[in-house]
């Protein structure tokens, strides 16, 4: 299947500072991408949706001065949360569609203390 | 999207096939079914999807009533790497995916 990749794997910061999370797709073009959050032993929840060259779309309840998104190109998609607390801290997941099947990144463990 | 059902979670011995059940009955006639996985601290992994057809691939089977409303996910020869919680969902071709809860699949030795 399509390759999806995360960067980085996992990250601890401090409380008040921004961490930047970026997804590629790496054998295949992406309009589109999407942003899924995960806490702990609960299931996926949808954030945004990141469009290239427009505006993402967030979902209800997510906060979009938050959680900034960027899609710079068509194989990259940035996350950033800024101002993170430690309710921030997740799993956050990201995923493609090179056609019509959805494929995952590995996920981005932020910890913010 | 329609909602589905799976039970929260099953256990299988290692060596024997695991069927995992999901009912969709408010499924509509446009919304694939489609499987996917995820192991522990890593993210979903695509298994198989289908629209009517049983199908299948080196991974699993997937198998969908004439009617459409329910489905079951064959690991024919489940192993201990194949403990994972199973997604079921039900949505149209090329929309986003909502996950529900899943099933907690443990393949014991």
């Known amino acids: 299947g399509a390759v999806v990749s995360q960067h980085p794997s996992r990250v601890i910061c401090k409380s008040g500072t921004s961490v930047k999370i970026e997804c590629r797709s790496l054998d295949f073009q992406a309009t589109t991408m999407f942003w899924y959050r995960q806490f702990p032993k609960k299931s996926l929840m949808l954030m945004a949706t990141?469009?290239?060259?427009?505006?993402?779309?967030?979902e209800q309840g997510v906060e979009k001065d938050k959680f900034l998104i960027n899609h710079a190109s068509l194989t990259l998609s940035t996350l950033t949360v800024t101002s993170a607390h430690p309710e921030d801290s997740s799993f956050y997941i990201c995923?493609?569609?090179?056609?019509?099947?959805?494929?995952f990144g590995p996920g981005t463990r932020l910890l913010v203390l | 999207d329609a909602k589905t059902t799976q039970p929260p979670s099953m256990d299988c011995a290692e060596g024997r096939a695991a069927n995992l059940p999901c009912n969709h009955s408010t499924i509509s006639g446009n919304e694939y079914v489609y499987w996917y996985r995820q192991i522990h601290s890593q993210g979903p992994q695509y298994i198989i999807h289908?629209?009517?057809n049983n199908e299948t691939n080196e991974m699993a089977s997937l198998i969908i009533t004439e009617d459409r409303k329910s489905s079951t996910l064959i690991l024919p020869h489940a192993t201990l790497r194949d403990t994972a919680v199973y997604y079921c969902i039900a949505e149209r071709q090329g929309n986003m995916l909502t996950f529900g809860g899943g099933t907690r699949l443990m393949v014991k030795p």
């Open positions: 995923s493609a569609r090179p056609q019509e099947t959805q494929y």
């Open positions: 990141s469009n290239e060259g427009s505006k993402a779309t967030y």
């Open positions: 289908g629209l009517k």
